[in-house]
């Protein structure tokens, strides 16, 4: 059974920093392409960025030089680094295997002005 369980969530400050984190289980998680998305109440989800297998990743271009998405496949977890946080940046994050019905529950991340 495949799991995806994302953390690291939380409140902070705008130009602060959280690292999320997404812990995957029941797959072959070095061979997937895994993506963040996030999700305002209201609104549709929106991709924030995908990593390769080789762990070459692509950002939307909000978060672009703010963001950074990371892979340990020895842990099978994908991180998203969250830097220069701003009001904009509250939603939940979402994490998933690219191309599949696999997501994680998500994690609130909120930023204060």
């Known amino acids: 059974q495949v799991q995806l369980v994302e953390s690291g969530g939380g409140l902070v400050q705008a130009g602060g920093s959280l690292r999320l984190s997404c812990l995957v289980s029941g797959s072959t998680f070095s061979m997937n392409v895994m993506a963040w998305y996030r999700q305002v109440p209201g609104k549709q989800r929106e991709l924030v960025g995908h990593?390769?297998?080789?762990?070459?990743?692509k950002y939307t271009d909000s978060v672009k030089g703010r963001f950074t998405i990371s892979r340990d496949n020895a842990k099978n977890t994908v991180y998203l680094q969250l830097n220069s946080l701003k009001p904009e940046d509250t939603a939940v994050y979402y994490c998933?295997?690219?191309?599949?019905?696999?997501w994680g529950k998500g994690t609130q991340v909120t930023v204060s002005s």
């Open positions: 990593i390769g297998s080789g762990g070459r990743a």
């Open positions: 998933s295997i690219s191309g599949t019905v696999y």
